[in-house]
């Protein structure tokens, strides 16, 4: 997401200042003004300048950003924090909008885990408040999907029906999915932080059925692929990781799946949230994953025997 966010800003004629330790991708933007640091305990870089926006892509734990937020409180117009939709209290209703309970660490931690996330996001975006009441964006994406995605839990997709034959598809055809392009999440936070009203977002895309999803997959990649239906109990019984095995897939029995694919995006739209056609994501995240060396260690999905041994079980059961 930096990466998209800086090209995003400069499209539109800002003055960029990277801060960052210097490690991962360091001639990235070798034009750009760089400053190095580490956000907890070295932020002297930052000491005597000003800025009129601020976007933390990366603060997980309340303690570490509070001191960027401290720091920058009269050094900063704007703070725009990148949050998660993660930070509300479970089980999450159909159509949850940002005035929705948030969740709160059951004890005080540091250790970053499915069950922490959430409640530690939830935290720093207390302590972004405390020190800008007035001029802090909230920004809570769900899944951020796209070129440059090390995760593949979207680009597994693109991917696997583009290479054809049978493919595992998971539950119900119709079951609603959600996720956003990264580009055009970028593209919106410049605005937002250039411009926009500060509160908190739900910064997520419209559901659409996974149907449509793997049709439109199969549409830009071409190829032969057929897609077979599976039942979300063969999937549990067969102890098919939801998510992470098996990407956009969390079974319905699940109580996390009432609402995880139908947060309510309303007030980000009314903002100026807009999306490209899902065939522009696609071919991107295709063309970009296509650039990665055949023996690239996938993050996520199933393997091609994992999935086989699924498909053959699958049709035994059917008979």
């Given at each position: 997401m930096g990466r998209a966010i800086v090209h995003a800003a400069l499209a539109a004629g800002h003055q960029v200042t990277l801060f960052n330790r210097g490690q991962s991708n360091p001639g990235l933007f070798a034009d750009l003004e760089t400053l190095h640091g580490d956000r907890d305990g070295d932020l002297g870089a930052l000491q005597g300048r000003r800025f009129d926006a601020v976007i933390d892509t990366c603060g997980y734990v309340p303690r570490v950003v509070r001191q960027s937020a401290q720091l920058l409180a009269d050094a900063a117009d704007r703070y725009l924090f990148v949050s998660t939709l993660s930070v509300y209290a479970d089980p999450q209703p159909a159509g949850t909008a940002e005035d929705a309970p948030l969740a709160v660490?059951?004890?005080?931690?540091?250790?970053?885990?499915?069950?922490?996330y959430g409640p530690l996001k939830a935290a720093c975006e207390r302590v972004v408040r405390q020190f800008f009441p007035e001029r802090a964006f909230l920004v809570r994406p769900g899944l951020i999907v796209g070129p440059h995605d090390r995760s593949d839990r979207f680009t597994y997709w693109p991917v696997r029906v583009a290479r054809g034959g049978e493919v595992l598809a998971p539950g119900r055809p119709d079951r609603l999915v959600q996720f956003i392009d990264v580009r055009d999440l970028a593209a919106w936070m410049v605005e937002q932080a250039a411009g926009g009203t500060p509160g908190a977002y739900n910064a997520v895309g419209h559901p659409i059925p996974m149907r449509h999803v793997l049709e439109t997959c199969?549409?830009?990649?071409?190829?032969?692929?057929?897609?077979?239906?599976v039942d979300d109990s063969f999937l549990v019984e067969h102890e098919v990781g939801a998510w992470m095995e098996l990407p956009l897939w969390i079974p319905e029995s699940d109580p996390m799946a009432v609402g995880f694919f139908s947060f309510d995006n309303g007030k980000a739209v009314t903002a100026g949230l807009a999306f490209r056609p899902l065939q522009e994501t696609v071919r991107a995240t295709l063309e970009w994953a296509n650039t990665r060396p055949p023996d690239h260690a996938w993050r996520t999905g199933l393997t091609a025997e994992r999935e086989r041994e699924l498909l053959q079980e699958w049709h035994r059961d059917a008979r």
């Open positions: 660490l059951a004890e005080e931690t540091e250790e970053i885990t499915g069950e922490t199969r549409t830009v990649g071409g190829g032969d692929a057929r897609f077979t239906w």
